[in-house]
């Protein structure tokens, strides 16, 4: 196959139709820049050779432009000599048709025949398979070896078939292997070797018996121990139910709790002896204090009677002090009622001056609003008039934005008509410049945008009619219209002829606006601070300020009547004193001055007052102390006295003393049985010695009782336990499972012997495969061997049974993975030429397309590839898409260009 012409059209990125132009025999190399659409390309080329038209796959709606569109693709390309055509559409408008020379089929008879001449088979999806898959090498794809399907395995199965057809002859013995493997799967996996089937069934019955097995043993070893534990639970029982030992244990017990008995009754006695220790200590310790407290008595009494003398002088001097102290105080309080006096009067004549400067300043205030209402009304005017201007004014900023936007739509849609337009230079020779008329006018020289039917008349010669392209002009010319006719709507509306007369009607709205909010501004700088200018309607603003002055008015009236009879009621002094005569006339300021020399004199005679208060307090305090302490001193006294009198009569001096003595006797006398109980105590044993004894015992007891009921539930459970399992036959169902055990041990091992007999013939048919193999592959390594060793001097290539590198050797062995990817990538390339050339030769038709292939080769390297790619176009044609010019000028070949089509045309 050599491909002469490639279209696309509607495919991804090409949405407008290009040619790949330039094709030929040999070495063809597109070098275009990124985003050029080399892949696309390929991907083009691709979908026509492997992929049907009428197939719905994601794949195929993958391939639809970014505007939308129905894929196109066209090859023209010669088979063995005879020209060939293919063309195929996808999505809504699929179809399919290829011409081989004079024949020519459509459709569905046009994808079989193509595959027929290719050798591909269906491999679902509407995607055919087979070794021209392999040689349509994408972006990316050159670094991995080739994927071969099973159609593609035959397609090189079939080239390889041509010179060793006698010597593989191993068709039987693929077959046996393949049976081999088919048997070998029944006892395990073909991925991890894990037995499967019966084998697995065998290993899991043997486990299942081997555990049976073990879970009986286990309870035959229960059993014996049983049968152990219910001898020794019998023996401890007759043990605990012994009854000479049940009756020592109680008598212990018994004993201790008679002990208890002797040590608490000691306990008691101790107790009650040093109750009455403790009560014989108190009585003389009593008697011992109330002697000392008569003592003291007698002496706190000389004390008292002593400082009632001295109490009873110093409240008699000051009793003096008090009464003169009284009388000063006396005169003060005259002096300050006189002062308080004067500054009543003195404030009010205050007020009465005060009262005149109020109505003075209100009378100012007055005139002061008054003036502003004037200001405000002739601003509220202007703002009125100012609104009036600006409501006539129809032009506003949402007004002059659509009509801007209409404006920018007309201009871009006339630009669009403009630019879509055919252009008609003109270059003409100045006689003949009179000569030439465009639509009867005179031409002139330049470049004119034939935006309609235009006629050019040439004086002498006749005349041209030129008709730029109907469909896209009418289009654009609908756009100018709509545009033109909104634009006229909104001027229209606007109560305007042009943009310019909407643009000078908006700056007069603008600049009313202006006027608008500086009248507001004035209007708003007249009335008082905190009017609320957005809820003002109708100058609701200036009838509460005529409000308000009225309202002033009325207050200062009533301030005048008040004034006048304030003042007439000020003329005489509160206690009906004469007439001030010119006091009433002072100003404000001195009527202040005058009231604040009063206050100071009443406030002077007030401290007076309060100072001959605080020393009459003072000393008044002082003779109530001094009586508070000589009646304090007077109840003392009497105090002692009573509580003397009370003690010598309930018991006199010398039965006090008796009292004492034989206080102190009783004393000596228990402390003494005191001391001789506590060594009685002490011989016996502690009672919680004692009590811890009785406790051990009766826990004892009580532990014996639930030991034996215990024991007694216990053996009669083994007893139950033992016959159940005499019953079962224990050892007859070991003997039973040791048996099975022995039957499934034999199946397994059969098993296992089967399946290693299996993988011994599987390795030795697979061994006799690979050498017939490799006398398979012989032609394979013959075709590519060549260029291996022009690309790598001294190498050979080994080849897997998948038709894969597996290794490469120079000094040693190297497996494919392991090389670097530069050499992975040459390695695939040079296994897809191999490929190539086998189909060239088989079918004597082949082509190969590298896109951006041979990335990571150094220099010397990528020189050895292009000498064999330039020896291998001489055979077929090879297709280099690249990215990287310079690097691949030294490649040669024909030079290829993406053009872009004015139409889709016929394939050739």
């Known amino acids: 196959m050599i491909l002469t012409d490639v279209q696309v059209e509607g495919f991804r990125r090409f949405a407008s139709p290009v040619r790949l132009d330039g094709l030929g025999p040999g070495l063809n190399v597109l070098a275009a820049p990124n985003e050029a659409g080399k892949s696309t390309l390929l991907l083009a080329l691709r979908a026509a050779l492997t992929l049907r038209h009428s197939s719905k796959s994601s794949v195929i709606k993958g391939f639809a432009p970014y505007g939308g569109g129905a894929p196109h693709v066209a090859l023209s390309f010669t088979w063995k000599g005879m020209a060939c055509t293919l063309e195929k559409r996808f999505l809504n408008q699929k179809c399919a048709r290829l011409r081989l020379g004079p024949e020519q089929f459509e459709g569905d008879q046009a994808e079989e025949k193509l595959r027929d001449l290719l050798g591909l088979a269906d491999a679902g999806k509407g995607e055919a398979a087979g070794l021209w898959n392999a040689l349509l090498v994408g972006q990316g794809e050159s670094f991995t070896q080739p994927n071969l399907n099973e159609a593609g395995h035959a397609s090189l199965r079939d080239c390889l078939e041509q010179g060793v057809e006698k010597a593989v002859g191993g068709a039987a013995a693929s077959a046996v292997l393949a049976k081999v493997r088919d048997r070998l799967l029944l006892l395990q996996t073909a991925s991890t070797g894990k037995p499967t089937g019966r084998y697995k069934q065998a290993l899991e019955q043997e486990q299942a018996a081997q555990d049976r097995l073990q879970t009986l043993e286990a309870r035959k070893a229960a059993l014996e121990e049983d049968l152990v534990a219910l001898e020794q639970a019998r023996r401890i029982l007759r043990e605990q139910e012994d009854p000479e030992r049940r009756a020592h244990e109680e008598a212990a017990l018994k004993e201790l709790r008679l002990v208890r008995d002797k040590v608490l009754r000691l306990d008691a006695e101790e107790l009650a002896a040093r109750a009455a220790l403790t009560a014989a200590i108190t009585a003389c310790s009593s008697a011992r204090q109330e002697q000392e407290r008569r003592q003291e008595n007698k002496v706190r009494q000389l004390h008292l009677e002593r400082a009632c003398a001295e109490s009873q002088q110093t409240l008699d001097g000051l009793a003096q002090k008090v009464r003169q102290a009284r009388r000063c105080l006396d005169l003060c309080r005259q002096k300050r009622e006189h002062a308080e006096q004067h500054h009543q009067h003195r404030r009010q004549q205050r007020m009465v001056a005060a009262r005149r400067a109020m109505l003075q300043q209100m009378q100012d205030t007055l005139a002061q609003e008054r003036a502003l209402l004037h200001r405000a009304e002739a601003a509220f005017a202007r703002l009125e008039q100012e609104q009036a201007i600006l409501a006539a004014l129809r032009v506003d900023e949402a007004s002059i934005q659509r009509i801007r936007k209409a404006a920018r739509q007309h201009e871009q849609a006339v630009a669009l008509l403009e630019a879509n337009a055919p252009v008609l230079s003109m270059a003409l020779l100045p006689e003949a410049a009179q000569r030439v008329t465009l639509n009867g006018a005179p031409c002139r020289e330049g470049e004119i945008r034939l935006t309609a039917t235009t006629t050019v008349q040439i004086e002498g010669v006749g005349q041209f009619q030129i008709t730029p392209?109907?469909?896209?002009?009418?289009?654009?010319?609908?756009?100018?219209?709509?545009?033109?006719?909104?634009?006229?709507?909104?001027?229209?509306?606007?109560?305007?002829?042009?943009?310019?007369?909407?643009?000078?009607?908006?700056?007069?709205?603008?600049?009313?606006?202006?006027?608008?909010?500086?009248?507001?501004?004035?209007?708003?700088?007249?009335?008082?601070?905190?009017?609320?200018?957005?809820?003002?309607?109708?100058?609701?603003?200036?009838?509460?300020?005529?409000?308000?002055?009225?309202?002033?008015?009325?207050?200062?009236?009533?301030?005048?009547?008040?004034?006048?009879?304030?003042?007439?009621?000020?003329t005489a002094d509160a206690d009906g004193a004469p007439p001030c005569g010119a006091d009433t006339l002072l100003t404000p300021d001195q009527a202040a001055e005058a009231e604040d020399q009063a206050a100071r004199e009443a406030e002077n005679a007030r401290h007076a007052e309060r100072d001959e208060q605080a020393a009459c307090a003072v000393l008044q305090a002082e003779q109530d102390k001094a009586d508070a302490a000589l009646r304090a001193l007077t109840q003392a006294l009497e105090h002692l006295q009573r509580e003397q009198a009370v003690s010598v009569a309930r018991e006199a001096d010398e039965a006090l003393a008796q009292r004492a003595e034989e206080a102190q006797r009783a004393q000596a006398t228990a402390q003494a049985r005191v001391e001789q109980l506590a060594q009685a105590r002490q011989e016996e044993q502690p009672l919680s010695v004692v009590e811890s004894g009785i406790r051990r015992r009766a826990q004892a007891l009580d532990t014996a009782r639930t030991a034996i009921t215990r024991l007694r539930e216990d053996i009669r459970g083994r007893e139950t336990r033992v016959r159940l399992a005499e019953g079962e036959g224990v050892d007859e169902q070991i003997a039973e499972a040791r048996r099975a055990v022995e039957r499934l041990r034999l199946e397994r091992e059969g098993c296992e012997r089967e399946r290693a007999a299996l993988v011994l013939l599987q390795n030795t048919l697979g061994q006799a495969e690979r050498t017939q193999t490799e006398r398979y592959l012989a032609p394979l390594r013959r075709t590519i061997q060549p260029a291996f060793s022009a690309v790598f001097p001294g190498a050979s290539v080994a080849f897997d049974t998948s038709f894969g590198v597996e290794a490469l050797t120079r000094r040693q062995a190297e497996e494919f993975n392991k090389l670097s990817d530069g050499t992975q990538e040459q390695i695939s390339v040079l296994v897809r030429l191999g490929f190539a050339e086998l189909l060239h030769a088989r079918q004597g038709s082949s082509i190969l397309v590298l896109d951006d292939a041979l990335s990571f080769s150094d220099s010397l390297r990528l020189e050895r590839v292009f000498d064999v790619l330039a020896d291998a176009a001489t055979r077929f044609q090879i297709l280099v898409l690249t990215c990287r010019a310079e690097t691949f000028a030294t490649l040669g070949g024909r030079a290829l260009t993406l053009q872009p089509l004015a139409e889709f045309t016929e394939p050739r």
Request: proline share 1%.
């Open 469 to 570: 392209a109907r469909q896209e002009q009418d289009d654009v010319q609908g756009k100018v219209q709509a545009a033109l006719t909104q634009l006229e709507t909104l001027l229209q509306q606007a109560g305007c002829q042009n943009v310019a007369e909407a643009e000078h009607r908006f700056e007069e709205h603008r600049q009313a606006e202006v006027r608008l909010v500086e009248a507001r501004a004035a209007y708003r700088a007249t009335l008082p601070d905190g009017t609320d200018l957005a809820r003002d309607n109708g100058g609701q603003a200036l009838a509460a300020l005529r409000k308000t002055i009225m309202q002033k008015d009325a207050d200062l009236a009533l301030a005048r009547k008040e004034s006048i009879a304030e003042g007439e009621g000020a």
